[in-house]
């Protein structure tokens, strides 16, 4: 399959200028050979255009409908076969057999989002009936449900080329609710995004979708980005990467003439307590997933467990020993980018420099490129002391704070910020005696989680990958679980509609069958 | 009742300042008896500290205990009897029978949050249980609910002294999710603040809540509000009033270290499309509906009938002519201050002075605070011709656009920004036929309705009191119905945690009895 290198703006290849990129492989550092060209402001009007103009269309398309094109969306991707596996490794490093998994998460998720589109649940039908002899004023009937918001503009990110970049969880969902999309490439990944852009493009067509229900940008300058947050037809944008772009297109969005929300994931160090229990286990084993759950992605995962928290003493001296030992057992994987391994080299160098912190160890001194894991040691006081110590590193590093006792748990919980977990390993009597640990650690994080690693989102209804800022700039949403699909959506209310006038979600008896909560449609309130 | 003028902190009366304004009574202009002490930056902090502080005790109170504390707050502002009224319609000139009306409201919004927090809906409930077995790899127990947010900033408003100010809505709201409140009451009616204040204070106290779980602060200056809202402590504001004010606000939360969302309600003209069948039917009904929608209050409602769309021709001036007589008819209300009623004058002088709007009618004129009616008429083009005509003039002004035919209806909707109404008159078969209206209006606000006028926001399950920027700053959420609560909680979840360790709302087999959707809970995503 060859790549063209343009955009793909409601289903038609665009390229308007003449500046281009190339995408890199990293472990060579040489340039791949498509020329993507850098999006005009121009092209995002049209894209953002596009959307606009196809929104009530893709409105109009029934459930069933819309679901069977995230489903059409899914096959294509399978149907790109190794093309899409070949060309996602050429620019990513990330391996073949990673790459499998992450696409089958990612049709995944679009399959489970249709399941979602199909029963309806997202829609929160409520129905409260007329009450026409109600005193002193009658009730008129009111039915509300949620509707899609808008164009949606969407990220991709670096670190999951497929299942959080062009037909992510933030599409799928966004999609899900009835959005048109204008996805913006990683300029890292853009071959892959046009692959998938491309099986997109193919699964509206076939399913008979307005054309304008997708297009694609590529750049690698902040100007694209930057057009389309401020774009008048965008009205909400979705985006999985750095605190510092997240906040930068936040600052754009809540500065526009109407502003939108910014559903931004940035990421978090992901604090790991382990309770003295967890140490008088097996240590050798508890190091070793700590170790796998570090190196995993090359420490490129959101979720990648950076500070380690742990009652000092004999056991905790026992446990560092065999973590270094697995730590300095490691092979150094390539990272991304040569931008985000300096700025990994860059985040240990500071840690490196630090007064109050100590290399416990590294692995093998790695080549350009290539991450050098690193376990770094400190104690409660100095890392209570330097906001900084609480910053992600991006990469395999990790920080272990020394607790000396109980109350020393409680001052770094008190003291952290928000971040999307926090993971708590030790026995089932322990964890129930630390309650008001866990209450505070409630306040901090989106997913709580015992006896297990931060890593491994699973996709499913109940997950919660969000939390409080700075991990992402909108507390209250998801962008994993199901209920992300609410991230799109807003609630509207028709009051004494005729039935005829009605959407037929809200008819009487429920004929579209969707799942509606128990408590709601049939309640009287006075 | 002797009025103190003193902040309500955490359950004590606190005044620091010397500085303290008077409330009026709008008919005199005349200021009544107690001084009210202006918050200081210290007040500020202590109340938002003593919330801080109550927030994990209040989390921990039981739903049935929270929900007696929201019925208590209810039954002791019933016991304040003509107290109550007394004082709020010396502040307000709003009539005592208008504003127990209005108190019916307010206890009737507590005791339905009271009920929202025993059927526990609104935690949403999402199970995905272990899938031990499961290849490539098991999946962990997952479970979900949402979870208060923190401590809430409440601003009260003007023009619901009761409904929408320091026990309402919003409060109710924010209580009912488990968050701790500090309201600024709002400086038009300070007594009628301390009097709710201190009915929230003793049920508080009377339940066991934690001091801190309310607090109250006066003051006439912006700095306050500045401040509340700036406080780290604060995380999330609810805000009924300008749009101005709201903007402010907003402004001020997405700059700060940590931005916070802000759940502001900042009114709208909410359009009237009569189509031609209304006008068929008895237009002087029709007239007098409107006549009294945009005069309940003094005109001084968010859903205020400000713009009304009608087919040109002998039927709309028949229509028109009948409007006419019912608004010469009126007599002239007190407004709820000078400031208030000069801002209304300046509004209705920039219709009168515009070149392209003609005044149809005016009510008998008023004195100095009273608000004379005002009907204006306009053509299509001039309306498009200029955003500022889209403006609210909050008060009993109204604004009729003539359309030449159905696509000056399509052009004034697609025009339209956001709005938290719109209505449309007319035959159950001719709001059939337009859908496309329909369709086009559902994205620009909240709530549709037919055949009634927007005044009358009915507290239930499925109202939506909200709509697209710039009638709020928060388009998916609603600040009136049941769903209200949804603003001020996030959700949580707990990944492999032995049931011990869970709140009791996720153990298995749903021992709370909370009432949870169909779909969830059960499902099972591979």
């Not at 029963?119 to 109600?134: E, Q, T, Y």
């Not at 930057?226 to 754009?252: C, E, H, N």
């Amino acid at each position: 399959m060859q790549l063209q290198g343009t955009h793909l703006i409601a289903g038609k290849h665009t390229a308007r200028d003449k500046d281009s990129f190339r995408a890199q492989d990293p472990r060579t550092g040489q340039s791949l050979p498509t020329k993507f060209f850098e999006a005009t402001p121009q092209d995002v009007a049209a894209a953002c255009s596009a959307a606009a103009e196809a929104f009530p269309a893709y409105v109009a398309v029934s459930s069933a409908t819309r679901a069977s094109f995230l489903e059409a969306i899914a096959t294509e991707i399978e149907s790109l076969g190794d093309t899409l596996i070949d060309r996602c490794n050429q620019e990513t490093a990330l391996p073949a057999g990673r790459l499998m998994g992450e696409r089958g998460r990612t049709v995944g998720q679009l399959r489970l989002f249709a399941s979602v589109v199909r029963d309806g649940s997202w829609r929160d039908l409520r129905i409260d009936p007329a009450l026409p002899d109600r005193t002193p004023a009658p009730r008129p009937d009111l039915r509300q449900m949620q509707i899609p918001l808008g164009p949606v503009a969407i990220f991709g990110a670096s670190n999951f080329p497929l299942a959080f970049s062009v037909a992510g969880g933030d599409t799928a969902s966004a999609l899900a609710a009835g959005c048109p999309v204008v996805v913006k490439a990683h300029p890292l990944h853009p071959g892959t995004s046009e692959l998938i852009g491309e099986a997109i493009t193919r699964a509206a067509t076939a399913t008979g979708m307005p054309a304008g229900v997708f297009s694609l940008l590529q750049g690698q300058t902040n100007a694209v980005g930057a057009a389309l947050v401020q774009d008048p037809r965008i009205t909400a944008v979705g985006f999985t990467g750095s605190f510092r772009g997240g906040k930068a297109l936040y600052d754009l969005a809540v500065r526009r003439e109407v502003p939108i929300p910014v559903f931004a994931e940035m990421g978090s160090v992901n604090p790991v307590f382990l309770l003295p229990g967890a140490l008088e286990q097996d240590v050798d084993q508890l190091a070793e997933g700590l170790s796998n759950s570090l190196n995993l992605g090359v420490g490129q995962f959101c979720t990648n467990p950076g500070l380690v928290i742990l009652p000092e003493g004999p056991k905790a001296d026992r446990f560092l020993e065999a973590l270094g030992g697995k730590v300095r057992g490691c092979t150094a994987g390539t990272m991304l980018s040569e931008g985000i391994a300096g700025a990994y080299r860059s985040g240990v160098e500071r840690l490196l420099a630090h007064p109050a912190v100590t290399q416990l160890e590294t692995s093998q001194s790695a080549g350009a490129g290539r991450a050098t894991s690193y376990v770094f040691t400190t104690t409660t006081d100095a890392f209570l002391a330097d906001r900084a110590l609480e910053e992600e590193v991006f990469g395999p590093a990790t920080l272990v704070v020394r607790a000396a006792g109980p109350e020393d748990f409680m001052r770094i919980a008190r003291h952290l910020g928000g971040h999307l977990t926090a993971s708590l390993f030790g026995t089932a009597a322990e964890l129930a005696e630390h309650g008001e640990l866990i209450q505070l650690l409630t306040r901090k994080v989106g997913r709580l989680i015992f006896n297990a690693f931060p890593t491994g989102v699973e996709v499913s209804h109940a997950m919660v990958h969000g939390g409080p800022y700075p991990a992402t700039t909108a507390v209250a949403v998801d962008s994993v679980g199901t209920a992300a699909i609410r991230r799109f959506s807003r609630p509207v209310c028709y009051q004494g509609f005729p039935e005829a006038a009605l959407p037929a979600a809200l008819w009487d008896g429920n004929p579209r069958g969707l799942v509606t909560a128990g408590g709601w449609g049939v309640d009287t309130v006075s």
